[in-house]
């Protein structure tokens, strides 16, 4: 075990160290205050390598036995630390240290890179919520019990830096380092209270698969006095968009459903207890027309999807201008759910819009992810859920077999077979991505807490050293 200050311990699961650690994740903010200060926006590709050699050094700082800044499968490197502890169960936390651009800046209401303590109990910076707030927390529970007798279990850390980019070169430096990414559980990169208040357990995510779709059918645009005889680019991707969903959101791909993994009982059960505000998502984004399903809650974590991201074709200017598109351009997603595999989709809409008479209708590929489920009666998933259910309030915790959103949890479990467990201190109304982005003070504090109290649960599955 390494070797750690030592002083004299606060009792365990008590009110009084639950006191002590949020204490102290106040007192210490000022020394994880710097990561967050650095602007290290991988989409332009700044503040990058200040950035890895403050995560290296505050690694070094507490204790870590190996810290190495990858960088051998190209892009952005991946810190990895290793921490030494007194039960061989290992647990290894999965963040990322890039964040989007500031704009628009003239939006934010304080400076985006100097964190700002508000009125309303926040904390405002760009990327306080997405993603470095939560490794500024898992930092602080580290040092915690780095002051108070050294780490109960074996611990690692993987922080990349193009997770805003789509993560796109972590699956290679995954594959090339394997043995290193050994662990019984891993804990993703954050999650947060709900609109309900109630702390959420997420156990996946949808996957994605990304492309754009163009079709030309002239060399020039012409008057639209000729559309009585002449196509028109818009009307095609119209008509080829149309020809592969309904209205109502089905899939008219062929074998588009087949395949998909069924969702376990303790899934249905996980979905039923799930907060869902349907009057509140409608309250809050205006819409206009009525949700494409009777269950849009089950939806959220079963349903595949294809959306149109956006449309471009012909004269979109002030006044008037008659004219048929040669050209017409549509921006595609797809969420897919377990079972279904990102390649075998996108083949599949080609040959669909072959098999419509779209063979003119070209296809770009742009990004693929996998979709992925943890077992959430695995005992390290319910260790998380009864940590929580011991912080927050007995039901006040929310599981949620998988997200509606994507990442690269597939490519992980590929290597770690392993829980993957979504877990932070983030909130409903951080405002991830946008201007004012921000986390609840009380929110990190308790968030802190309980990542104290399950690497010590985590610690009683494995053997003392």
């Known amino acids: 075990m390494t070797e750690t200050k030592t002083e004299t311990k606060v009792a365990i699961n008590s009110s009084e160290e639950q006191a002590a650690v949020e204490q102290f994740a106040m007192d210490y903010f000022p020394e994880v205050a710097p990561y967050v200060k650095i602007p290290s926006i991988s989409a332009q590709g700044k503040g990058i390598n200040e ?26 490197p991946v810190v990895f ?88 070169h972590f699956n290679d430096y995954v594959q090339a380092h394997q043995a290193d990414m050994a662990c019984d559980v891993c804990v993703w990169e954050g999650g947060s209270i709900n609109e309900q208040g109630h702390f959420t357990i997420t156990g996946g ?12 059918t002239a060399d020039v645009d012409m008057h639209s006095s000729m559309a009585a005889y002449v196509d028109n680019a818009a009307w095609r991707m119209v008509q080829a968009l149309n020809s592969i969903r309904t209205a109502d959101g089905h899939i008219k791909v062929d074998g588009y ?42 939806a959220s974590v079963t349903a595949p999807t294809i959306t149109i991201n956006g449309i471009e074709a012909g004269y979109n200017g002030s006044g008037v201008k008659t004219v048929i598109p040669r050209y ?72 949620i077999p998988n997200s509606a959103g994507s990442g690269p949890e597939a490519q992980m479990d590929a290597v770690i077979h392993a829980p993957i467990v979504a877990v932070g201190c983030g909130y409903f109304g951080s405002g991830a991505h946008a201007p004012n982005e921000s986390m609840r003070v009380r929110d990190y504090q308790r968030g802190t807490y309980f990542m104290v109290r399950f690497m010590r649960g985590v610690a009683n599955f494995g053997q003392q050293a």
């Open 51 to 76: 950035t890895v050699a403050w995560i290296k050094d505050k690694f070094a700082s507490i204790g870590a036995t190996r810290v190495e800044a990858w960088s051998d499968q190209g892009g952005n």
């Open 81 to 168: 630390a290793e921490f030494e502890g007194a039960s061989d169960s290992t647990i290894m936390f999965y963040n990322h240290y890039d964040v989007q651009p500031t704009e628009p800046i003239e939006e934010w209401r304080t400076e985006p890179f100097e964190p700002t303590f508000e009125e309303d109990g926040t904390i405002r910076a760009r990327g306080i919520g997405d993603d470095k707030g939560e490794l500024m927390s898992r930092i602080t529970a580290m040092q915690y019990m780095y002051d108070h007798g050294g780490y109960p279990c074996h611990i690692k850390f993987v922080v990349e830096g193009e997770e805003e980019i789509g993560s796109i």
């Open 205 to 216: 995510v949808k996957g994605c698969v990304a492309f754009d779709m163009s079709v030309q």
């Open 257 to 298: 459903y087949d395949n998909i993994d069924p969702i376990s009982q303790s899934a249905r059960d996980a979905i039923a207890k799930m907060d869902f505000d349907a009057d509140g998502i409608r309250e809050r984004t205006g819409m206009r027309t009525p949700f494409t399903t009777d269950d849009p809650k089950t």
């Open 328 to 399: 017409a351009k549509a921006k595609i997603d797809c969420r897919i759910v377990p079972g279904q595999d990102a390649a075998t989709v996108y083949k599949m809409i080609r040959h669909q819009l072959d098999k419509n008479g779209f063979e003119d209708v070209e296809m770009h590929f742009n990004l693929a992810e996998e979709a992925f489920r943890s077992d959430i009666d695995s005992p390290f998933f319910k260790e998380a859920e009864r940590v929580a259910e011991a912080v927050y309030g007995e039901g006040e915790v929310r599981v």
